[in-house]
């Protein structure tokens, strides 16, 4: 096996966590202010993971935001999840840090694009990932998360003809595991289509007990040769059950701080794509703790949601939280 190219990037266990920096004091005295909530996905760096109340995928997200009884919810992730909060919690005042904080995923699937497909197959019934607009939500029938996924489509009946949006690897791992054949809309997740076999090999190598936990949104080769495919969510769990002290994570970096917070004992080792020793997706990390700590002094940027795409996007998105707790 070639030499990796590079140094991996190892989360060694901590002691302790690191204290607050004076802005992100500034941040905990203006949520105070506010009347703030801050939701962070498992992506954000570490220092706005930090002043989080509240860290997770975005299934948790989803019911924190409906949830949440705070005036302003600052949202730290992507502009399709703070969309989703406005969806499910119409009352509070949504901000998220960089308004331009996109998806791939999202963008691969335009609202207009699904209308005339499904205007051209009108009795397809549409399983939406939650990574996209809430135009596409609005067009759905249910929602699901990487961490539903299979839950979700294991309740639709039998004879529904099913069409995937947008991730065709998240839905092909979900037919994989559920035996529901369905229709995959062509998009996908750019950076974790960066990982590959042979990276993930040569990281192995090095530590040749670790085992491989990846993502689904990963492609099926990279799914393949990990020991475990789930969610983010389902990440922690795992490391907390295993009994490995060293870990390979697949998937965007961000996770690897989480990771190490709530299983600080362990040590944990980005997956890496051919080129670098760790993944980053560049819309998750467009959010800084200086545009935090702005959104909350600046009560901006607000998103906003127009009421008939907010109400047709709901009912799917309720439909999901309802089936994820049967």
């Not at 801050?38 to 299934?59: C, K, M, R, T």
């Not at 995937?164 to 998009?187: A, E, K």
Request: hydrophobic share 45%.
């Amino acid at each position: 096996m070639p030499a990796l190219d590079y140094e991996p990037i190892v989360f060694t266990p901590r002691t302790s966590a690191p204290k607050l920096t004076p802005i992100q004091e500034e941040i905990l005295a203006l949520k105070k202010a506010r009347n703030a909530v801050i939701l962070a996905h498992n992506y954000q760096i570490e220092a706005i993971q930090q002043v989080a109340d509240y860290v997770g995928d975005s299934l948790g997200l989803s019911y924190q935001a409906q949830a949440a009884q705070a005036d302003v919810i600052l949202f730290c992730g992507v502009h399709f999840m703070a969309e989703t909060a406005k969806i499910v919690n119409p009352g509070r005042t949504v901000l998220l840090p960089e308004l331009d904080a996109g998806c791939s995923l999202s963008d691969s699937c335009p609202a207009e694009r699904l209308a005339a497909y499904k205007a051209a197959n009108p009795n397809v019934y549409v399983v939406a990932y939650i990574n996209c607009s809430a135009g596409v939500k609005a067009l759905s029938d249910v929602i699901c998360t990487s961490g539903n996924a299979v839950k979700i489509v294991n309740q639709i009946p039998a004879d529904k003809d099913i069409l995937f949006v947008p991730d065709q690897n998240l839905g092909q791992w979900v037919s994989q595991q559920t035996g529901r054949q369905m229709r995959l809309w062509p998009g996908s997740c750019y950076a974790h289509v960066l990982f590959t076999t042979q990276a993930i090999e040569k990281v192995r190598a090095k530590f040749p007990g670790a085992p491989v936990v990846a993502h689904p949104e990963c492609v099926q080769a990279v799914r393949d040769l990990a020991d475990e495919v789930c969610s983010t969510e389902l990440m922690v769990k795992f490391a907390k059950e295993s009994p490995a002290t060293e870990i390979i994570v697949v998937t965007e970096s961000g996770m690897l701080h989480r990771l190490r917070k709530e299983v600080p004992h362990k040590t944990f080792i980005a997956g890496p794509t051919d080129s670098c020793a760790c993944n980053d997706c560049r819309f998750m990390k467009m959010n800084t703790i200086e545009k935090v700590r702005d959104a909350l002094k600046n009560l901006s940027p607000v998103i906003d949601v127009p009421e008939p795409i907010r109400v047709a996007a709901l009912a799917p998105i309720q439909r999901m939280l309802d089936w994820s707790k049967r």
